[in-house]
């Protein structure tokens, strides 16, 4: 493989684990700026209060967006597959 054709795996590879992980991450982010509202609001400062509301966000989040991140990696292993067998 030449140069060329490793940086195209490579930003095909950055490119697939932000289009998989960027969702999750912006619901964590989403989630976790209403909790900072609301606690700034009724300046209610406990310190655990985010991490239940995130962590079921986060794993609803997971369940309904696992087609699209099971499609999204297994494109990227076809197109690796592809690069494999047909070697380069």
Known sequence: MSGAEVL???R???YT?????MP?????L??????SLFQALTQIQEQTLV?????????MGLLFLMPFMSDAMQ???S?????????G
């Open 12 to 14: 095909d590879g950055i």
């Open 30 to 35: 989403a989630i976790g700026f209403v909790i």
């Open 75 to 77: 494109s990227y292993m």
């Open 8 to 10: 195209d795996v490579a």
């Open 79 to 87: 197109r690796i597959a592809t690069r494999i067998i047909t070697g």
């Open 51 to 59: 991490y239940v509301p995130k962590i079921v966000s986060t794993f």
């Open 24 to 28: 999750i991450m912006l619901i964590g």
């Open 17 to 21: 684990f932000f289009k998989v992980g």
